[in-house]
Structures are given as structure tokens and as C-alpha cells.
């Protein structure tokens, strides 16, 4: 009983020991490894919505100061708040161009500000005071304080395609 368990384990330390010899060692029989590579930061896209999310967030005012802003949208403070909305929109846009991407929801939400806005000037808002009227056009100014809040989430929601 005692042979049978030292031959046991002497067969046991030599079938490892050939094992570990024959992985270094080519056969044709030989299957090549999979070479896997950990991921490196400038391998993977780097996602816009963290730094563009907390831009347009301080841009709109923080507690939406940008919307209640522009329940007067002849006021000089929705003007403001406007402006630079839009500033950081651009900059948003410069960006989306520079990664190659495609972000599908957060460009049509640019749009649609882009839109908000340019109705917002043409109908002269700024300093009008029949621009407060609720039933005045002036009002879908909102599309642009608003906007900003969908614009963070849509561009989450295009990111996670990457």
C-alpha cells in the first residue's frame, strides 16, 4: 500500500513536471494563446458628458436659476443666461466634432437649442417687454434653459453606444 502511494505520488510530480516543460515548448498540435491587453486610457473614447455635464449644469444656473430667469424673457438676466448656455453649447459641439463620434441625441438637441435661440434673437426678446406675455413666442427660450438638462442626459445616452 505504501509502493502504491509513493509510485502515486511520484507519477503525480512527474506528470506536472512535463506539463510545465511542455508549455514553453512548441508541437503542432500547439494551440497559439489568446494575447489579451488590458485596455489603456488613450485606447478607450474618453466620455464628454463628465466635463461637459458639470459646464452646461453651471451655465443654466445651479437649481435651474437659468429657467426662472427666463419666465421674463425680455429680462437682461435670461439674456445672460442665453449667451452663455449657448457659449458652452459651442464648445460642446467643438468637442463632439474632435472625438470623430457620432452623437446622435445630444445633435439634435443642440439643434433644437440652436433653434430656441435663434428665435429668442429674431423676435427681439431682449428688453421687450411684450416678450413677457405668455402667450408670446419669446417664451420657447426655454428650449435653451431646459435644453441643457436634456442635453446632459442625451449625451450620457449616446456614450453608452461607445
Not at 445651479?62 to 443666461?81: D, F, I, K, L
Not at 443642440?110 to 402667450?135: F, H, K, L, W
Not at 436634456?150 to 453606444?161: F, I, N, Q, R, V
Request: hydrophobic share 35%.
Amino acid at each position: 500500500m505504501r509502493r502504491t502511494a509513493t509510485t502515486a505520488v511520484l507519477l503525480a510530480t512527474a506528470a506536472l513536471a512535463l506539463a510545465s516543460c511542455s508549455n514553453g515548448s512548441s508541437t503542432a498540435d500547439a494551440k497559439p494563446e489568446a494575447k489579451t491587453t488590458a485596455p489603456t486610457a488613450s485606447a478607450s473614447p474618453e466620455k464628454l458628458e463628465p466635463i461637459w455635464g458639470p459646464k452646461l449644469e453651471a451655465a443654466g444656473g445651479n437649481e435651474g436659476e437659468g429657467t426662472s430667469a427666463c419666465q421674463m424673457p425680455s429680462s437682461n438676466a435670461c439674456a445672460r443666461y442665453v449667451n452663455d448656455i449657448m457659449e458652452v453649447v459651442a464648445g460642446l459641439e467643438n468637442a463632439i466634432k474632435e472625438t470623430g463620434r457620432e452623437y446622435p441625441k445630444a445633435e439634435a438637441q443642440i439643434a433644437s437649442m440652436r433653434d430656441a435661440e435663434s428665435e429668442y434673437v429674431a423676435n427681439g426678446c431682449q428688453g421687450d417687454i411684450t416678450a413677457d406675455d405668455p402667450n408670446s413666442q419669446c417664451h420657447g427660450v426655454v428650449g435653451v434653459t431646459i435644453g441643457t438638462m436634456t442635453l446632459d442626459m442625451t449625451l450620457m445616452t449616446d456614450e453608452y453606444a461607445f
